[in-house]
């Protein structure tokens, strides 16, 4: 059971990157998955979510209207599009399954992680 992200980097403001994970099949078809952030000193918060079918999103508030969370079942990948980039954005990104296929924004539904990637916005 493996969760790979990628594609964090030094980006300006106003900028955009494409982040994504790569899971391995078992924990992907029939999972929620979602991405959360933590930057230095602060605790690991919720950024966006989706359904087990794709059907359903849903985004924090610092998040809504920037960024996209997709999925490509074919290619067993979550994808999180994010624009506007603000240096508050700065942080490591983390990509998640869910327990369950329903979207939550809560970290302790989620039991498998991946490495976390670094996005730094810089102004």
């Known amino acids: 059971v493996q969760l790979q992200a990628s594609g964090g980097g030094l980006v300006q403001v106003g900028g955009s990157l494409r982040l994504s994970c790569a899971a391995s099949?078992?924990?992907?078809?029939?999972?929620?998955m979602a991405w959360f952030r933590q930057a230095p000193g602060k605790e690991r918060e919720f950024a966006a979510t989706i359904s087990w079918n794709g059907g359903s999103t849903y985004y924090a508030d610092s998040v809504k209207g920037r960024f996209t969370i997709t999925r490509n079942y074919s290619k067993n990948t979550v994808y999180l599009q994010m624009n506007s980039l603000k240096p508050e954005d700065t942080a490591v990104y983390y990509c998640?399954?869910?327990?369950?296929?329903?979207?939550?924004?809560?970290?302790?539904?989620?039991?498998?992680w991946g490495q976390g990637t670094q996005v730094t916005v810089s102004s």
């Open positions: 998640a399954a869910a327990r369950s296929a329903s979207p939550t924004a809560v970290v302790s539904n989620y039991n498998y």
């Open positions: 099949g078992r924990i992907f078809s029939n999972n929620a």
